[in-house]
């Protein structure tokens, strides 16, 4: 639901909006982001790892992540012009002040939203997530229709940060005390300091403050729209599986051959979504765009591509990350992401000047060379090989393989369909041919977890 509702208010954005109001956006946004990434949100993570906590705990985390957001908040206000100067974008100085409000918002945040992690009761993240996404859904797209233009993409995502943070302390029923502890938080620091600077890479835009300055709004508005596309197809696999997998397998963290069994299956079924999910739209993506978009963003396609690549890997790596932080190796995640920004930085430093696809391409081959460091580490909390490893993505690479194979050959088979029936037909080939060859091919894996689902969990991992 919140994908969808994500979508549509996305779509409808790029309808109204340009190129360059999307980057004015997501140049306000990355600064923000530097705010929300320096922040010790994370230590909400450690709440949830832990394998047991005091109410000082959660009281010495909440104070401290609000009153971080309050002073942070309070610096955007009072330096908002001189950011402005300095990335150049007059606009910045009146959008920061109103985003900035996330910050406090999220960072208070923070506790109760463990603490619905930590109990894993699921269906109040959904309630939570799905009711936020609405009301700013609605939002966004009543002051689009206005003609209030960036300002409702502006005010969509800060009713969304205060909405999630109503919510979590409504239907947790948490309430803060005051037993703030120096030593509660040194209990969680070790973990806490690192899952922050995870979090501090995993959030920090600064891909989206270098464009903004270097390249220029319009440069950086066709790059936030491809990665926001991404970002939405992402938040399908990693929407269900991120909180979902890092507190299960915390919770069997001490049996290992239950944490490699419950491990092994979350991977599968990110890959099951995530490679045929984005091989498709980069198969269709061509003539997608300018069927359903304006030509005004054809300039993105390749972005788009490239992006899908990419999300094969991330949706994988997110099922990674919570086996390596669930096993207390957090610190192992942060060099990885950190070796993963700063070259990135790097990439985009060199290769923008070039133009999107020459940088585009660079980044996707620096992604790829990456990422076999974090298969290595999962394959040695896992016992295995990389090898071994690996051999567990075979079937829904194989499946993925011959549905792209059915998806390019079906305009050939029907040369004279128009392109608003040829697309649907190839997304419907696409869905049936895969579905069938998995099935085919993992009829065993799939009982399993159909198995554990129709049981509501119940079974043994």
């Known amino acids: 639901l919140p994908t969808l509702s994500a ?10 909006l340009s190129p360059s109001d999307f980057g004015l956006v997501g140049l306000t946004a990355g600064i923000v982001s530097i705010a929300i990434a320096f922040s010790p949100l ?28 309050m002073v942070l ?38 506790v109760p939203n463990s ?20 009301v700013s859904g609605v939002i966004s797209v009543a002051m689009l229709m206005a003609g209030y233009g960036y300002w409702a993409l502006v005010i969509s995502q800060v009713s969304a940060s205060l909405v999630i943070c109503v919510m979590a302390f409504w239907v947790t029923g948490w309430r803060p005390g005051r037993s703030f502890s120096v030593a509660g938080i040194r209990d969680l620091a070790r973990y806490g300091v690192f899952a922050s600077g995870d979090r501090m890479l995993s959030t920090l835009k600064i891909d989206h403050i270098l464009l903004g300055a270097l390249a220029g709004p319009n440069f950086l508005g066709l790059y936030y729209f491809a990665q926001r596309l991404y970002g939405l197809l992402t938040g399908l696999v990693s929407g269900a599986l991120s909180s979902v997998t890092h507190a299960l397998l915390s919770t069997l963290q001490d049996d290992k051959e239950k944490t490699r069994q419950a491990f092994l299956m979350a991977s599968f079924a990110s890959a099951s979504f995530s490679m045929p999910m984005f091989a498709g739209l980069a198969l269709v993506v061509d003539d997608l765009l300018p069927l359903i978009l304006a030509p005004k963003w054809i300039p993105a396609t390749y972005a788009i591509k490239a992006f899908c690549l990419n999300g094969i890997f991330v949706c994988v790596g997110i099922v990674q990350a919570a086996l390596i932080k669930s096993q207390g190796r957090v610190n192992w995640w942060f060099y990885y992401q950190l070796a993963q920004i700063v070259s990135t930085v790097a990439v985009i430093l060199a290769t923008y000047r070039f133009g999107m696809t020459t940088m585009m391409t660079v980044l996707v081959i620096k992604f790829v060379i990456l990422w076999p460091v974090s298969a290595i580490m999962t394959a040695r909390l896992l016992g295995e090989s990389l090898g071994q490893y690996l051999i567990h993505f075979k079937n829904p690479l194989i499946a993925t393989s011959v549905m792209s194979l059915a ?3 079906s305009p050939a088979l029907f040369p ?9 037909l190839q997304i419907l080939t696409g869905v049936i041919v895969f579905g069938s060859t998995l099935l085919a091919i993992s009829r065993k894996r799939i009982g399993s977890i159909l198995h554990i689902l129709k049981s509501k969990g119940k079974v043994s991992v």
């Open 7 to 16: 979508a549509i208010v996305f779509f409808i954005s790029a309808y109204f």
């Open 42 to 69: 994370a230590f909400g993570e450690a709440l949830v790892q832990r394998q047991e906590i005091t109410k000082s705990h959660a009281d010495s985390v909440f104070w401290l992540t609000a009153g971080f957001g």
């Open 416 to 424: 004279t369909l128009d392109l608003k029936i040829m697309i649907p």
């Open 115 to 134: 603490m619905i992690v930590r109990s894993m009761r699921f269906k109040l993240i959904a309630l939570r997530t799905s009711v936020a996404t609405i």
């Open 407 to 409: 998806v390019v050959a």
């Open 73 to 110: 908040f309070a610096i955007f206000v009072v330096s908002a012009s001189y950011i402005a100067n300095f990335v150049g974008q007059p606009e910045i100085a009146f959008l920061l002040p109103v985003l900035a409000l996330k910050v406090p918002l999220e960072l208070m945040a923070a």
